[in-house]
């Protein structure tokens, strides 16, 4: 259940493609080298049976702070498994990491008077602005990802494993 509120998703499929096919697919999808102007959706690497990948900015600009996409495939009888991952760009983890120490001090500093008053009022507020800023990042991770899903879920015909405990997708909005 709080892996769910986690900036860290990971969720296994089931395709019918080959890893050949997947290969090719990520091809047509995925710039990995220099390229001045690419009208492919996502840059990075892969190879032979795994691969990382991050939405581009533009048809220009490659770079962008969106949520980074791992997959690994492998292929089992019939069926290839596919497991992604997403996981928050750096410059976020950062960015909510300087934003979030503040409130952390404010926090500490409501406890510490919480514990002299025992005023249960005061330790409620203190976790108003961590959970915002929180929320705000989680909400924006959230939507981010969702959308990088539907397009390789769609893109490599990938069918959700249910079995999986970890497969806990939330749709944010």
Known sequence: MI???L??????????LTHVEIQQILGTNVITGFSLINSKPYYGSFSSYDFSVRKTHSSIKKQSIRPTVTGRYQSNKEKTSVTLILMPHLIVIVFAALFGLPCILFLVNGFSEFLKTWNSIILVNCFFPILILYGIFWGIFQFQSNADLRFWEHTLSLKNVVNDPQNGVITPF
């Open 7 to 16: 900036p860290y998703r990971q969720i296994s499929y089931q395709t019918d």
């Open 3 to 5: 892996s769910t509120y």
